[in-house]
């Protein structure tokens, strides 16, 4: 008997499919679009919080002599066919200590835009942490487009 009760629950617990009702941050057309981490630090010498779309190497370059102007060796650039790639500088902007870090947690394509979801990471207020200023950012490589690009910030 107790053979057939724990059949009878495994045949449930399988047949049961578990449903996301929650449609926060998605689109019911969207596509996903893959990425690839390029650079990811602490310091990116930039004071002021941005996140931007970098579509020539002319303007990598000028992101990557900022970065690199305390840094010896600096990092290396990395390779980007702009004919069939772009890349998302995200910039946390001074912080007043370590711990705090930016992220691409998703891109989707609609038919209206490209929307990069960005999730910003924050020690906790009792964290030990480095005392000392950072500039967190990421650089990431994804396929061009030319819809507009949005940035969504996740909590």
Known sequence: MWYGNILFFLLVLVGCKSQNTSNEG???GASKVSFELLVEDSQSNIDMKNYEVIRSSERLQEVFNRINST???????????FSKQLVLF??????????FSVSVSKIEK????????VKEKKP???AMVTMVLTTPFTLVRTENTSLPVEFKLLN
């Open 124 to 126: 906790e207020p009792t």
């Open 110 to 117: 609609t038919n209206d835009a490209f929307v990069v979801f």
């Open 26 to 28: 998605a689109d019911q």
């Open 71 to 81: 840094r010896k060796p600096g990092i290396p650039i990395p390779e980007v066919d």
């Open 90 to 99: 995200l910039n946390m902007g001074q912080q007043n200590s370590g711990g």
